[in-house]
């Protein structure tokens, strides 16, 4: 089976620190394609400095454009709110049966894992692969602590040596706004569509 792995996130804007880690992730790991799941805007928490689903689908598909690797899914844009990654999961299975799903983190997320909805049945059904974040030291403690009491030794858990690219996505919204030079954050055709659109400012 095809192995794929799933990145989420809101992509608000997708920046250079992601198709780096995308690309990694299918050139040293066993995932043969990664797709950018975008997370929908919640009808109950309007964020007004969230672009629009289909604006920050449309910038993942001129970010990966050069990438037959990297895919983008509005999958959960159809899904009813809230959405949870294991509903996500297992929509994607049923209707990608021939496919093997893994499930992508960062290290700072690893310490609320055991909160996640049906966390128990992801862990047991999907890989999932850890990429390093720049931490506090609470961050760290708590991570470690996390990792130690239940997922260290886990078989389905695989800690990634990836690069760490610590880009914000809030950093650039916040200096696009200020008239500063964003454009070495950004992949070419996503700055030319943000500038075009006039977005963030």
């Known amino acids: 089976m095809k192995q794929v792995g799933l990145f989420f996130g809101s992509f608000n804007p997708v920046h250079m620190g992601h198709l780096i880690l995308a690309n ?16 929908p805007q919640s009808p109950f928490k309007q964020n007004k400095r969230l672009l629009d689903n289909h604006h920050r689908w449309a910038l993942v598909k001129e970010a990966i454009e050069d990438y037959p690797k990297l895919k983008s899914s509005s999958v959960e844009f159809d899904l009813p709110a809230p959405q ?3 509903i996500t999961m297992a929509h994607l299975m049923e209707q990608h049966p021939t496919l093997e799903f893994s499930l992508i983190m960062g290290a700072d997320n690893l310490q609320y894992f055991h909160k996640w909805h049906n966390y128990e049945n992801l862990l047991a059904q999907h890989k999932i692969y850890v990429y390093p974040r720049v931490l506090s030291s609470q961050d760290v403690s708590n991570t470690k602590m ?8 886990h078989p389905n858990i695989i800690y990634l040596e990836a690069p760490v690219v610590e880009i914000s996505a809030s950093y650039i919204r916040k200096a696009q706004k200020a008239g500063k030079n964003v454009r070495p954050l950004l992949p070419p055709a996503v700055w030319k569509y943000m500038d075009e659109m006039n977005f963030y400012r």
């Open 24 to 39: 990694y992730l299918t050139e040293e790991t066993a995932l043969e394609e990664v797709w950018f799941v975008i997370t």
């Open 84 to 86: 949870y990654t294991a």
């Open 146 to 153: 996390a990792a130690h009491d239940t997922f260290a030794k």
